[in-house]
């Protein structure tokens, strides 16, 4: 996506560099930091504080960090062993997104048969930049299957603007490039479709205030920052069309794990007739779990993310406390939102209905030919 005019991707490596390189968001939008990562353990640090974040670029990031951990044991007797084991501590940096251990088991499983050091590390690079450019060409897609949905409310609308409401931040920025539910807005925009988006602020870490109204500001999309408890009201009142939010991990079953507070969209909508989709790739379906609720583990962060607010106050980025010092907070950082509250899921495939047997019919490889009839 450009940037000021320029072409900027989350994480990239440069040619003549063995670094890999990240906008570090947590700075984001007041200063555009880079940040260069070497290490496994510069991978891990930058997925747990969420220098980068969104389940793609978390993916990515770990495929990057297999690399990187090939890079440096290339030269030590361990090998695939010390590999392995960064791969599992890499694998457990973030516990809700599934794409993280799914890119990383791709690139080792592309490396662990191949014993010459050089070899591993080329290997590892080649798969980790198939990676991000598969859930870049997975983006772009999920774009023109949902310009579908946008397109329709516009005709049915006269023209009007299409008023749609997302939460935290499921763009280019948490993905590689176009994101997963900005894609179809994106493509709506680019299009000529007269677009305007509600921003949850998304606390605690304000990822949609941040960095969604960021995105949008750099691309010329319509769109106002609202706070989270807001968008109820909006929909009682007619001004929401339709929501579209990204996702951390879904089952098989269409339960959908994404940042805190969409649960809460969902019933609202739900309960005002507002079509409610999700859009995703496939790596982050689980095609192992079916109970969202009581399968997917949900990450509790550090509290002081919740007691603490940064922002710019006369020239200088500081961090704020808000609640008296000695009160406690809790910091759930998802939610689960049942298959039965959403509309249906926009993916790199098509849309469907979030239901097992219609995600079936759209990736029919991925279950197991022995399963339960679920029709």
Not at 58 to 75: E, F, M, S, T
Not at 309 to 319: D, N
Request: hydrophobic share 40%.
């Amino acid at each position: 996506m450009l940037v000021d005019g320029k072409q900027m991707r989350p994480i990239w490596r440069e040619k003549e560099s063995t670094s890999v390189r990240v906008i570090d968001q947590r700075i984001l939008p007041h200063e555009l930091v880079v940040v260069d990562l070497n290490t496994v353990e510069d991978i891990i640090r930058a997925i747990k504080e969420m220098y980068v974040r969104g389940a793609p670029l978390i993916g990515v990031a770990g495929a990057y960090g297999v690399y990187l951990a090939a890079l440096n044991v290339k030269g030590e007797a361990g090998g695939l062993g010390d590999i392995k084991e960064a791969c599992d501590r890499i694998k457990q940096a973030r516990p809700t997104a599934v794409n993280l251990g799914w890119a990383v088991d791709r690139v080792l499983e592309k490396i662990n048969r191949i014993g010459n050091p050089s070899e591993r590390v080329h290997a590892a690079l080649k798969e980790a930049e198939n990676i991000a450019e598969m859930e870049a060409e997975n983006c772009r897609k999920i774009g023109e299957n949902g310009l579908v949905l946008i397109e329709e409310i516009s005709r049915n609308n006269g023209g009007n603007p299409v008023n749609i409401l997302t939460h935290c931040n499921a763009g280019w920025l948490a993905c590689i490039e176009y994101g997963t539910a900005t894609a179809p807005i994106y493509a709506a925009f680019n299009k000529g479709v007269d677009v305007h988006v509600w921003v949850d602020e998304t606390r605690p870490l304000n990822q949609g205030s941040r960095l969604t109204a960021w995105e949008l500001a750099k691309h010329g999309v319509k769109h106002t920052v609202i706070t989270d408890n807001a968008g109820g009201h909006l929909m009682q009142h007619g001004m929401v069309d339709m929501v579209i939010v990204g996702t951390d991990r879904t089952t098989c079953t269409g339960d959908v794990a994404n940042k805190i507070g969409t649960y809460l969209k969902a019933l609202a909508a739900k309960d005002n007739g507002v079509p409610f989709y999700v859009a995703l790739p496939s790596s982050t379906f689980d095609w192992n779990l079916r109970d969202g609720i009581a399968e997917i583990p949900i990450e509790e962060r550090d509290p002081d993310e919740v007691r603490f607010v940064h922002g710019l106050s006369e020239g200088s980025l500081r961090r704020v406390l808000v609640p008296p010092e000695q009160s406690a907070a809790a910091n759930y950082a998802f939610d689960v939102t049942p298959a039965r509250l959403v509309t249906g899921f926009i993916t790199e495939r098509g849309i469907c209905r979030a239901s097992e047997a219609d995600i079936r019919k759209l990736f029919p490889e991925k279950f197991n030919t022995e399963a339960v009839d679920v029709n």
